[in-house]
Nanobody, 125 residues
């Protein structure tokens, strides 16, 4: 059974940084696409960043230049480095994974069958 686990959330002041980690386990094949999504209360889940097993990355316009997604040579993990955080970044952050097919060009939550439980990020002004 595939398991997805996030870690690294917390509370920071505006302008601060956090690094989220995601680990995928329970499947012999390597994931083909990992995505980070977030959801604030009352809002729909939105895509933040994606990374394919080929290293290609995509970012939402709202986080370009501030967030960086990477693998760091860890085959079952991805990392989301979040810098210059803003109160608008406050949300529950979810990691998602899929196997065999490459990342889509758009952030589509239903593309990902495997999800973590989420980690809370709170940015105060």
């Amino acid at each position: 059974q595939v398991q997805v686990a996030e870690s690294g959330g917390g509370s920071v002041r505006s302008g601060g940084s956090l690094t989220l980690s995601c680990e995928v386990s329970g499947y012999t094949a390597r994931w083909s696409c990992m995505g980070w999504f977030r959801q604030a209360p009352g809002n729909e889940r939105e895509g933040v960043a994606m990374i394919g097993s080929d290293g290609r990355v995509r970012y939402a316009d709202s986080v370009k230049g501030r967030f960086t997604i990477s693998q760091n040579n860890a085959p079952n993990k991805s990392y989301l480095q979040m810098d210059i955080l803003e109160p608008e970044d406050t949300a529950m952050y979810y990691c998602a994974a899929r196997f065999f097919t490459a990342c889509n060009t758009r952030f589509v939550p239903s593309d990902f069958p495997h999800w973590g439980q989420g980690t809370q990020v709170t940015v105060s002004s």
